[in-house]
Structures are given as structure tokens and as C-alpha cells.
């Protein structure tokens, strides 16, 4: 089985469907985005559309909480003017149907590989889609953030 993992698109339709060009020529049997759709790009409402027609898991990102409690997104970001202001013009130009079809984005992914192997799919970790695993996070916070769970590939 292979499978494409697609994250942070970030309103950005003209790289989603550069990434899907190339996914059908590679053979893909499976795609699963991993969060981030919406903000920040100039076409947040057409990238949920065609994530919607695509019909793969969805897995939600910060972005999404973000655009459900904008003062979340204002207190990770520090309350910076620039991104109260995408948030706002962003939210603007979301349908009712945008916001339920993120409703449905789920915390967490498992899927089964072959043999034994299996893929746990998350964004941000296990425990929080808010959290970063950085290259510099010490061990002992990765394994928290891991809150236990194991996979061959996460």
C-alpha cells in the first residue's frame, strides 16, 4: 500500500492540486491530510472544497482550532495584528459547510500497514495537535507528547 501524507496546505490551491498532479502519477493508494487547510493562503474556502471531493481522512491541525477560537490562534501567536487579520479575512470567506467539514476532522489516525507494521498519523503529536516536536525538543518532552502511544511510523 502507499500512501500520501499531505499537511499544511494553508490556503494555498495552486499547491494542493500540484501536489495531487503528482500524487496520481505516482501510483498513490491512499491519501490522508494531516491539517493546517485553511489560513493564512489566498484560497481557504476552495482548498476545503476540494479536500471535501478528494474524500480522505482528515486529521485536524492547529489552523482549524485557530479558526473555531480565533483567541487561540491570537495567543499562539503572541497577538500579533497580522495574524488577527488573516484569521479575520480568512473566516470571512468560509461557508457554514467549511466549518462543519472541519468539525470532522479527527485528533488522531491509525492505520494498519503491511505485516505488522502500523502508521499512527497526528498533527502537531498524540497529545495535542497544538504541540511542536522540533529537532531540538529534548526526549523526555517527545515522550510526552507521545503520551505512550507506539507505531513503526508516526
Not at 488573516?86 to 461557508?95: K, S, Y
Request: proline share 5%.
Amino acid at each position: 500500500m502507499r500512501i500520501a501524507l499531505i499537511s499544511d496546505i494553508h490556503g494555498n490551491l495552486v499547491s494542493l492540486e500540484a501536489v495531487l498532479g503528482d500524487i496520481e502519477r505516482q501510483n498513490i493508494n491512499e491519501v490522508i491530510f494531516l491539517g493546517d487547510a485553511a489560513t493564512l493562503g489566498p484560497q481557504p474556502h476552495e482548498v476545503l472544497q476540494r479536500l471535501r471531493d478528494l474524500g480522505c481522512p482528515c486529521i485536524i491541525g492547529n489552523h482549524e482550532t485557530y479558526l473555531f477560537k480565533p483567541s487561540l490562534g491570537q495567543a499562539y501567536m503572541r497577538g500579533t495584528q497580522w495574524f488577527s487579520d488573516v484569521l479575520t479575512w480568512c473566516r470571512a470567506r468560509l461557508a457554514q459547510e467549511d466549518y462543519q467539514f472541519m468539525r470532522s476532522f479527527q485528533p488522531m489516525l491509525k492505520v494498519k500497514l503491511e505485516g505488522e507494521s502500523t502508521l499512527i498519523c497526528f498533527h502537531g503529536s498524540p497529545r495535542r495537535h497544538t504541540d511542536n516536536i522540533l529537532a531540538t525538543t529534548p526526549p523526555e518532552q517527545v515522550n510526552e507528547m507521545l503520551a505512550g502511544r507506539r507505531a513503526t511510523v508516526m
